[in-house]
Nanobody, 123 residues
C-alpha cells in the first residue's frame, strides 16, 4: 500500500485547509485510515481516524468540533477538513493505513504511512 498526502500549506487562524491522502495498491475491503501529526520537539499524536467500511470517525479531543475526517471510497482517499485552525495545530501531518477494520489512536496499529504534509497556522 502506498499513501500520497497533499494539501498542506500556510493558513491563518480562523481559516480552513483541506488535506487529502490517496491510498493505492492492495488496500482490501476492510481497513482504516487516520491522520497523525508531529510538531517540532513534540511526540507524534493522533488527530482523527475513520473506519472505512462503516465510516465511523474518531477524533482527538484537541480537534473535535473543528476538524472533519471523511472518505471517498471511489478514490480510496481520506480527507481532513481543518476548520478554525489554531497556531498549536502547526505540525507535519501524516496519513496512516491499517489493515484492521477499526480506526485507533495507537500508531503501532498502522502498517503504512505517507510522507507527511506540513501545515503552518499563522496568527
Amino acid at each position: 500500500v502506498q499513501l500520497q498526502a497533499s494539501g498542506g500549506g500556510l493558513v491563518q487562524v480562523g481559516g480552513s485547509l483541506r488535506l487529502s491522502c490517496e491510498a493505492s495498491g492492495r488496500t482490501s475491503s476492510s481497513y482504516a485510515m487516520a491522520w497523525f501529526r508531529q510538531a517540532p520537539g513534540k511526540e507524534r499524536e493522533f488527530v482523527a481516524g475513520i473506519s472505512w467500511r462503516s465510516g465511523t470517525a474518531y477524533y482527538a479531543n484537541s480537534v473535535k468540533g473543528r476538524f472533519i475526517i471523511s472518505r471517498d471510497s471511489a478514490k480510496n482517499t481520506v480527507n481532513l477538513q481543518m476548520n478554525s485552525p489554531k497556531p498549536e495545530d502547526t505540525a507535519l501531518y501524516s496519513c496512516a493505513f491499517s489493515l484492521g477494520g477499526w480506526a485507533t489512536d495507537e500508531p503501532s496499529r498502522y502498517s503504512y504511512w505517507g510522507q507527511g504534509t506540513l501545515v503552518t497556522v499563522s496568527s
